[in-house]
């Protein structure tokens, strides 16, 4: 399959541009072929842009919110229009299925007309005042963004940042994954193309300490917005001190997924499967601890292996349920939990192994497995997974499962399955997570709130809170 034609250079200042370090090689990691050579910066052509965006600030910030909204409403029609290629792009370079892969196209362009919509809606408010004087709140854009974004939705992760921050006024310098740069870079060529002001959205690639240190202690960034692993976030956080910026950090999660004896078991059966090996595994919101009722616990896992039977490897572009994992390293850690969790006493029920089929021989992928009688001792119980492992967990009684799917020190998305209202009300307040679904595994869509707490960081994302990350809040005190 022909790599489609991408800008292979840094986008700065609405200009295409080599950088100071070599080029580097990006690899399809279902079939190990190198897709092209990216270009790379560093701290001077981080501080470059840096100085373009704010220059290009100025302006944009000060553009009517209308006319704002029109550049965002054009992006997300152009990104649209281009579904196809760009999914493609992303097939290719990141290996997920190509149906997935368009499905995340269509929530990029989702993400530029809400965020379009939500720059027009940005109210302040008046609060009642003394007689003789008014009081009010406006929402101003912070300043310059610098934004860092992961491999596993690499348009996605994009547009959630970069959305809401032009629409909010702002102007941003964004480093996207190295795994993953062409993706980023087909974005900018529609930016260009929708006519976003020079300066207004920079790219850069290169060596991510270097860019990362750049943005995080520039003075005339304002604003720092991360998402990726919990152990890179503490690290820009701190880094971001010295310079006292706003941030948020959208970080790792290991969520629960309870199924309880009232559930409709073909409903979480099904649930579970479609999440569990969307992207492979590697979404931070996948479920990756499974808590299954005693008394459903059977037939549940009866359901489940059936299900499994349509589960699929395949080379990204054949689409099938799973593609490869990102790199070797990620193979290795999966099996590494899998090793430890059956040297204490789990079993393997599906999966468990490298497919042997020999076209898979070149690319990182790993047999959807299913492991029963995961318990607290085996690494897999509190260490995010990151692929396609269903690690299946008894309990007994609601206060045992309540403290166990708390017992952890990520807080992003968690779900539950049951159909008593009582159960769900106790249990929607109980979780200690910044996202819960009830009989559904639709957390993230333009319109909700995104986002965790404690090692999963804070901050959110969509919703009519991710404008909110980019702007600062003023109050105007006046006298008659
Ligand atoms: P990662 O290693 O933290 O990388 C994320 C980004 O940070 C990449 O662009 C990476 O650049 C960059 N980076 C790495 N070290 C850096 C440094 N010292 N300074 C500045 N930037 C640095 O994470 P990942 O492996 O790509 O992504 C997987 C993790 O992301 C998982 O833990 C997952 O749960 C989390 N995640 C969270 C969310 C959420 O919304 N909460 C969403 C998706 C993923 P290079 O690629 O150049 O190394």
């Keep these: 399959m022909t790599f489609p034609e991408v800008h292979n250079q840094l986008f700065i200042n609405g200009e295409w541009v080599d950088g100071s370090n070599e080029a580097v090689e990006v690899k399809n990691p279902s079939t190990g072929e190198v897709i092209g050579k990216i270009a790379q ?31 965002l409403h054009r992006i997300g029609t152009l990104i649209e229009n281009n579904l196809d290629r760009l999914a493609l792009i992303m097939t290719l370079e990141q290996g997920k299925p190509l149906s997935q892969s368009k499905a995340e196209v ?86 260009e193309e929708a006519g976003l002001p020079k300066g207004a959205a920079n790219i850069i690639m290169g060596k991510s300490s270097d860019i990362g240190k750049e943005l995080t202690s ?44 009232d559930a409709d078991l073909d409903q979480a059966v099904s649930s579970l499967v479609r999440a569990k090996f969307r992207n492979n595994g590697q979404v931070c919101t996948c479920p990756n601890r499974i808590f299954v009722q005693k008394s459903v616990k059977q037939a549940f896992t009866e ?14 572009i054949e689409d099938e349920t799973v593609g490869p994992l990102i790199n070797e390293e990620a193979r290795e850690h999966i099996e590494d939990q899998i090793k430890d969790a059956t040297s204490k006493g789990a079993t393997v029920l599906v999966g468990g192994k490298r497919p042997e089929d020999t076209k ?59 159909k008593n209202i009582a159960r769900i009300s106790r249990f929607s307040a109980a979780l200690e997570y910044g996202m819960v679904g009830v009989n559904s595994m639709a957390i993230s869509q333009a319109e909700t709130p995104f986002g965790g707490i404690k090692h999963s960081g804070f901050g959110r994302e969509n919703g009519e809170e991710g404008i909110r990350e980019y702007v600062y809040t003023k109050s105007v005190c006046m006298h008659d």
């Excluded at 100085?51 to 910030?61: E, K, M």
């Excluded at 359901?303 to 990204?316: H, I, N, P, Q, S």
């Design 303 to 316: 359901k489940l292996l059936v299900a499994m039977k349509d589960v699929k490897v395949g080379l990204g």
């Design 41 to 71: 910066g560093g701290t001077k052509e981080t501080a470059e842009a840096i100085a373009y965006a704010a220059g290009a600030f100025t302006s944009w910030s000060t553009t009517d919110p209308k006319e704002r909204a029109s550049v």
């Design 106 to 191: 269509q929530s990029s362009a989702d993400s530029f007309h809400w965020s379009a919509e939500e720059a027009r809606r940005l109210y302040g408010r008046v609060i009642p005042a003394p007689n003789g004087q008014h009081f009010m709140t406006v929402h101003q854009p912070i300043g310059v963004v610098g934004a860092i974004t992961p491999w596993n939705f690499p348009s996605n992760m994009i547009a959630r940042k970069i959305a809401p921050a032009l629409a909010a006024g702002c102007t941003v310098v964004l480093k996207p994954a190295s795994a993953t740069p062409y993706s980023a870079l087909a974005l900018a060529e529609l930016f």
């Design 218 to 261: 520039n003075d005339t960034v304002k604003k720092i917005t991360f998402t990726g692993s919990t152990e890179v976030g503490q690290i820009l956080n701190e880094q971001a001190a010295s310079t006292l910026k706003k941030v948020s950090m959208e970080l790792g999660g290991h969520a629960p997924f309870i199924v309880f004896d």
């Design 360 to 418: 898979f021989a070149n690319g990182p992928f790993y047999e959807p497995t299913v492991l029963d009688g995961v318990t607290s001792d085996m690494d897999i119980y509190y260490i995010e997974t990151f692929g396609p492992v269903i690690p299946l967990i008894e309990f007994d009684t609601d206060d045992e499962v309540a403290e166990a799917a708390n017992d952890t020190e990520f807080g992003l998305a968690s779900y539950f399955f049951s």
